[in-house]
């Protein structure tokens, strides 16, 4: 019987997908401090506006906001401060060669609960342009209105047959 991995959602970061193209996705830990996934574990985490940077051969989370713990007293720390991302070597390589190319970015898109650990899933990303985002837009209300076309189609066909 095969093991299923589960892992529990804490965070998503809805913008990123209508905002950036997203190319590749990325698996990292998070290193956080013991007030810190206190509050992960309540879900007090906001993803908007976050993104990643290479540097110096390691990776970092700027303006990830974890929520202070309320039990936390003096051993809380900034909300937004900056935090290490835990990847392997050979992923730090090759994505400090991808985002050195012009217009490619690191965006977080969900944190997770991964066995106990925190984890971050990181995605190449390419900023769209003004007129890609409405064609998303666009694209997505077309097929909303085919659905819907389609589902009223099949409502009347078993109506008809009932009857």
């Not at 984890?119 to 097929?143: F, G, H, M, N, P």
Request: one cysteine or more.
């Amino acid at each position: 019987m095969a093991k299923e991995q589960a892992f529990e959602v804490v965070a998503t970061n809805r913008k990123a997908g209508r905002d950036y193209e997203l190319l590749d996705r990325y698996e990292a830990g998070v290193a956080l401090t013991g007030t810190e996934i206190k509050s992960v574990r309540q879900h007090k985490v906001t993803l908007n506006d976050s993104f990643a940077r290479l540097h110096a051969g390691e990776g970092w989370l700027y303006n990830c906001h974890i929520s202070p713990y309320e039990a936390g007293n003096r051993f809380n720390v900034e909300p937004t401060r900056t935090r290490k991302v835990l990847l392997h070597r050979r992923e730090i390589e090759r994505l400090i060669g991808l985002t050195s190319r012009k217009g490619m970015l690191l965006i977080p898109t969900r944190m997770y609960l991964k066995h106990g650990l925190a984890k971050v899933e990181i995605a190449l990303a390419k900023s769209k342009r003004q007129y890609e985002k409405r064609d998303t837009i666009r694209q997505r209300d077309t097929q909303r209105e085919l659905d819907r076309a389609r589902r009223t189609t099949q409502h009347a066909r078993r109506k008809q047959g009932g009857d």
